[in-house]
């Protein structure tokens, strides 16, 4: 090849192919255009996302399901199956508001759409306007005539506007129990109607039943805020679930915007006078003066009675300042309406624990102290009390041979045997010669100044005795002995069974048996 031949072919692999920049446009013949796509049909588009929006419905993803029905309708709004599938997914999800107007959107486009007629009379109930259900459905009977289900639909809704009827009478009679029997297949069918939200909101308070009322007073709340009814009631809940300064604030809402309600008017008066009445008696306490107190927590009492969560604060409060006055009968009384409301109130048990044991109630004592320890099982001073209680109820339980004998605990050996000497011989059966029963009377006491002699003056049994333990079991040494022979043995009668001391004659003494 020749040298002028390589130049150009070396020209030709060097030439660049020129590009285009912003301020040198490529030319015309240069530039590719895409052609558009073709336009898809949208009612297509729109089915497609109807069977989207079903697979979704099904799945129970109803927020995604109403998102698709709803691009379903705008691009074709005039299938009436969008509206009745949306206002399906919307039912779910307890929007029935909404349910119901696509349900009369469904119907503008086709006034013989059962279907519609059915879903649509359903949220209206949900939402408690039954008028408009009943309309709605007198409607599609007109235009469907033969229409079996909508003709039950109808009477169906019949029933509901008068057990509503019935629910109203029963609460204005403050025949709460009956309104009670009434509301619950009224329910079923009116779900989220704030009137019906109140009826059974007064129903419960009626009833007593605070803790759920203050559940339903919450669910009214979220519906409407606002409401005066609402708040009053909701107030009236929370009062009587120990939440009274909840509940003052709720009267006082109402009162800022209807300062006529008399119903909170009440109320608030009520509480005021109550908190008063307990911050009085406080305040005496305080200062020691046990009787003021008593006496103002005495007239808190009286304001409600009903008001059980006030009460056992104010009741628990009295029990103390009975204690400090040493009327534990009074203070037990307190308790035991603490307890009966709240049965796991450890401060009350311990408090009453300690009146029984002042009251010699040892039985009382060790109840209550079991269920202390149960409730606080860690806790070294109850298991402590419990042990001691335990030995006081075993005490008292047996025979006081202390009491029997006539002596304290502290008697020395030398004033027992005094005392035994002076029990055995006034209980001896030889002096006590009468009828049967008053017979059988001294025998059983002599045995017992025996029996009591027996213990307390073994230094082993009697210490045993002082410390509660079980001396039923010990058949050693002298317990169980006959009370002839301590007897003789303890006024020199060398073992003899029977015969008085003092007496003459050998064996001419009364002998005597017991059982």
């Not at 497609?48 to 129970?60: A, L, V």
């Not at 059915?118 to 408009?132: A, E, F, M, V």
């Not at 459905?137 to 005539?145: A, F, I, Q, R």
């Not at 020691?288 to 969560?309: H, Q, R, S």
Request: glycine content about 8%.
């Amino acid at each position: 090849m020749s040298t002028s031949a390589r130049r150009g072919s070396t020209s030709k692999r060097n030439k660049k192919t020129p590009k285009s920049t912003d301020s040198e446009p490529m030319r015309e013949e240069e530039v590719k255009v895409a052609s558009p796509p073709a336009a898809e049909d949208p009612k297509l588009e729109a089915k497609q996302k109807k069977e989207e929006g079903n697979k979704k419905f099904k799945e129970g993803y109803y927020r995604q399901a109403i998102t698709l029905y709803t691009e379903a309708i705008n691009l074709n709004d005039e299938d009436k199956t969008f509206y009745t599938n949306r206002a399906s997914a919307l039912s779910k999800l307890g929007e029935f508001e909404k349910a119901a107007a696509d349900c009369e959107s469904a119907i503008g486009l086709d006034s013989k759409f059962a279907k519609a007629y059915q879903r649509g009379s359903t949220s209206y109930c949900h939402i408690g306007k039954l008028d408009q259900a009943l309309e709605m459905l007198k409607k599609g009977n007109s235009v469907n005539p033969y229409d079996v289900t909508i003709r039950k639909e109808i009477q169906k809704v019949k029933q509901l506007i008068q057990r509503k009827e019935d629910i109203k009478e029963a609460v204005e009679q403050k025949s709460y129990e009956k309104a009670m029997l009434i509301l619950p297949a009224y329910e079923k069918f009116v779900t989220k109607d704030l009137e019906t939200g109140i009826l059974k909101l007064k129903t419960l308070l009626g009833l007593k039943r605070y803790q759920t009322a203050l559940k339903e007073a919450h669910q009214c709340y979220q519906i409407n805020k606002i409401d005066i009814r609402v708040l009053h009631l909701r107030g009236c809940a929370m009062y009587h679930t120990g939440n009274s300064a909840m509940a003052l604030r709720h009267f006082q809402s109402v009162l800022k915007s209807a300062p006529d309600f008399r119903e909170s008017q009440n109320m608030y008066r009520m509480i005021k006078k109550m908190d008063r009445a307990k911050s009085n008696g406080t305040s005496e306490f305080k200062e020691g003066k046990y009787e003021g107190a008593i006496a103002a927590w005495t007239e808190a009492l009286a304001v409600d009675p009903d008001n059980k969560f006030f009460n056992t604060a104010v009741f628990s409060n009295r029990a103390s300042a009975y204690m400090k006055l040493k009327k534990y009968e009074e203070a037990v009384a307190d308790l035991d309406k603490v307890v009966e409301h709240d049965g796991e109130n450890l401060k009350a048990l311990l408090r009453r624990a300690t009146c029984h044991t002042e009251l010699g109630n040892h039985d009382g004592a060790v109840r209550d102290l079991e269920m202390c320890n149960k409730l606080d099982r860690g806790n070294r001073d109850i298991r402590q009390r419990l042990r001691k209680a335990v030995v006081a109820q075993k005490r008292a339980a047996r025979k006081d041979y202390y009491k029997i004998l006539g002596v304290t605990q502290s008697a020395t050996d030398r004033e027992l045997k005094k005392a035994y000497r002076k029990a055995a011989l006034k209980w001896h059966p030889d002096k006590n010669k009468g009828s049967e029963e008053e017979e059988k009377i001294a025998e059983e006491k002599f045995k017992d100044v025996n029996e009591a002699y027996e213990v307390l003056s073994d230094e082993n049994k009697r210490r045993r005795y002082d410390n509660g333990e079980d001396l039923d079991a010990d058949h050693g040494g002298m317990h169980g002995m006959d009370p002839n022979m301590m007897f003789n043995m303890f006024f020199g009668g060398g073992g003899r069974r029977g015969g008085f001391p003092g007496r003459g004659g050998g064996g001419g003494g009364f002998e005597f048996h017991f059982g």
